[in-house]
């Protein structure tokens, strides 16, 4: 079956207006499959509500989820106004907020519960917009999202099994044509069947999975920029959308920083071949951004920065000729579950970086048990991504002509054939984006042809 998948995040369902501007943008009387986020604010709300019942503030709590009643309250009034639905528009948000009261109550508020509350956000939005269809006379069917969207024990997504599940939920429509199928992004059932997500900013992954699993025509994410960038728009000046690119060096750009798609979304769309378009609901004429098997064909296609990066230097006399060394440096790293970014190597030292410090202290600690540890904090990634990097030499002239005044702490290239990457001292990080994208994207000279677009 190739149903189009399109994905709608937090800000395009952010308010009644927009919301009907969704209904606007996928009302082409083709079938479809659309996958909603949680109105914008909402999951953060939820979270916070769900914290707050944790640790047994109900009074707050109370508050909390009272806020929340008055915010949908408002919502269905503006969205469902004037329709003969807008009271099933109240019972819907009535009895979620009722449900949730009633956690407010049980003995043993767990990590389920939490879930459960963190789910709602997107439960609300889909049976709300699926219910404004129906003042529109759109013809549309809710896909509960818990009965195909599931991870195993490993929290990870079992494609095979969503794709019968999905298979399953479709069937009964199999005939009928121009049906805007509704489900929610980010909430699944875990390996023991309770009620999980796929992690914060999860229904572009939602998305790409259920695209993926049924080997649809395309999936779409809308958002509300015009695609990946070839730089940081609020650091650099002249930014443009890319028009396309590959799946590596999507995944490269999501990664580092370009906030637009969730990294690992990639992953499922690229095994299956599925392309993904990502595009902007304020301009929905433009071309925004295709992710598919072509990469750009540009030397460079972007530039992106990641922050709050750890630097930590291992030294020791011990490296020198020896083989193993490398080998206790990551278990150390895997004992405390802590990706490593960025590697650069010496004969007497190695260089890394990690994102995730909370388990710093004890990393250092074991590793000053064989090496001189050096630590940097405040560093920034910056990746420079592009097609076949290394036959372009040009290009790493052009990189070093423009950081000629930007001290660098590493520099990492050859470990694709997508990315260079660079670490800088996070204060050093808008001059590097800037004069990066002056020399890379502004300035061609004879030969470099292959540098623009
Ligand atoms: N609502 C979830 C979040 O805010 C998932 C998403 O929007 O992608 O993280
Ligand atoms: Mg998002």
Redesign the pocket.
Known sequence: MSIPVLKF??TSVGSPERMEEVARLIDDGQTKIVVL??VSG???KLLDLGETIRVQQIESASIKLNALREEYRAFVETLLAGSHLIEQGYSICKSIFDEMERLLWVNSFAAGHEKWILAQ??LISTKLFQLYLETLSMRSVLLPALNFMRIDEHDEPDLEWIGERLQQELAPYNKQHGVYFITQ??ICRNAQGEVDNLK?????YSATLIGAALKSSEIQIWTDIDGIHNNDPRVVQNTRPIRQVSYREAAELAYFGAKIL?PTCVIPAEERQVPIRLKNTFKPKEHGTLISEESSGLAVTAIAAKDGITAIRIQSGRMLHAYGFLRRVFEVFERHRTPIDMITTSEVSVSLTIDQSSQLKQIVAELEKFSEVNVDRDQSIICIVGDLLAEHTEVTRHIFEALENVPLRMVSYGGSQNNISLLVARDQRDTALRSLHQHLFTKPTAGDALLMA
Request: hydrophobic share 5%.
């Open positions: 995040g937090g986020s949680a909402t999951t953060n956000g997107e992004g980010y914060r900013g999860g229904s572009d969730h």
